[in-house]
Structures are given as C-alpha cells and as structure tokens.
T-cell receptor, first 110, second 119 residues
Framework: LAKTTQPISMDSYEGQEVNITCSHN???????ITWYQQFPSQGPRFIIQ?????VTNEVASLFIPADRKSSTLSLPRVSLSDTAVYYCLVGDNSNYQLIWGAGTKLIIKP | EAGVAQSPRYKIIEKRQSVAFWCNPI?????LYWYQQILGQGPKLLIQFQNNGVVDDSQLPKDRFSAERLKGVDSTLKIQPAKLEDSAVYLC?????????????????FGEGSRLTVL
C-alpha cells in the first residue's frame, strides 16, 4: 500500500490561495488520489479525487504531475472556515481506505 | 438524503467496563466501515463490512473488540473490556461501492463519530 507524506501544519490568511502538497512516491498504477477535510468533532468529508493531470470541482482543484509521485490540493480564496485537517490518501477501491496519515492541519488567520 | 447516523455521541466509562456503539449507514450503501481515531492521528480502519459479511478485520483487536452487521444495514461495535488506550473517537463510514479488485474509489460518507473516554 502506498504511503503518503504531508506537511504536519500550514498557516495562511483569508483570501489567499492555499496549496497543500502530498508525496506518494510508491503510488501504484491503479491507485487514485483522494483528499478529505476534517473539522473538530466531525467525521472526515470528501473533497476531491483524481487519477492524473487536473481535477476541479466547486470546492478545490487537484493537480497531479505526470509521474504521479505527488499531488497538490489547491484551495482558492480560503476563509476562516477552511481551518481544518486535510488528509491525502492513495489507493484503488480495494485498498485505499486502509491507511490514513496524520494529515495537514491548516490554520487560516484573519 | 439522510447521512450516516451514529450513537451515542459521547460515552464515559471505567476501564474494564463494556461499551457499544451503533451506526446506521446511508440507505442502500453496501459497504460499512468502523474507524478508530485517536486524538491527533488519522483514522485507523478497524473493520469493513460488505453487506452483512466481513471484508477486512485485520486491524481489529479481536480479544476485546467485536462488530456485527447482521441484516446488512446497521452495525454495532462493542468493546469489552475497555482499556485506557481505547479512548478515541469511533467513526462509522459507508459507501455505495462494493470492494472490487480495483477501480475508482469514490467517496466515503462519515458519521459524526462517537467519542469514548475510558477512565
């Protein structure tokens, strides 16, 4: 199972774009990259999933380079309410749910 | 659409006592997961059900933890006897996807969790 490495914490300011990078050097050919967000006292919430290049939804964008050994979650124009822990997972439908790292604690300041 | 329901939200027990947590997944979701999340850590998978069968319980401490999903709908996770290190949030998640040999993972839908404190 591919493991992921993320920064433990990040700070930013309201209105800025925030990019969180995840390293997954041992990603397998069939693996997808998925990001979740978790607020205190809540369960994780799905943000975005992708396999290659770029994926965008109403909340975020996910950039995946050609070698797929890393990925970057991009949050446009963050607000205070984006303060949360962000988890990067890799895997396919048979295994991706098995290993969660400690995530990246993102703190947005006014 | 109703989300994943869990109860109780909070539970405080003495060590060596027992506790049970209940989860009702989103209607029609075939796969149900129980995770343990210790403060400051990511969720750790305890057990995965597909319908009423166990798919993966390799990380479940079977000497004290048990789980069932008898009718393929709601599920119960039990801890008996509890230890201090079991203090954590127990998260239930569900997915409409069945575990296959691969493919897109889709989204896991999580409940709000049940916070256990063992004294």
């Amino acid at each position: 199972l591919a493991k992921t490495t993320q920064p433990i914490s990040m700070d930013s300011y309201e209105g800025q774009e925030v990019n969180i990078t995840c390293s997954h050097n041992n990603i397998a050919t069939n693996d997808y990259i998925t990001w979740y967000q978790q607020f205190p006292s809540q369960g994780p919430r799905f943000i975005i999933q992708g396999y290659k290049t770029k994926v965008t939804n109403e909340v975020a964008s996910l950039f995946i380079p050609a070698d797929r050994k890393s990925s970057t979650l991009s949050l446009p124009r963050v607000s205070l309410s984006d303060t949360a822990v962000y988890y990067c997972l890799v895997g396919d439908n048979s295994n991706y749910q098995l290993i969660w790292g400690a995530g990246t604690k993102l703190i947005i300041k006014p | 659409e109703a989300g994943v329901a869990q109860s109780p939200r909070y539970k405080i027990i003495e060590k060596r006592q027992s506790v049970a947590f209940w989860c009702n997944p989103i209607s029609g979701h075939a796969t149900l997961y129980w995770y343990q999340q210790i403060l400051g850590q990511g969720p750790k998978l305890l057990i995965q059900f597909q319908n009423n069968g166990v798919v993966d319980d390799s990380q479940l401490p079977k000497d004290r933890f048990s789980a069932e999903r008898l009718k393929g709908v709601d599920s119960t996770l039990k801890i008996q006897p509890a230890k201090l290190e079991d203090s954590a949030v127990y998260l239930c998640a569900s997915s409409p996807r069945s575990k296959t040999s691969g493919g897109e993972t889709g989204e896991l839908f999580f409940g709000e969790g049940s916070r256990l404190t063992v004294l």
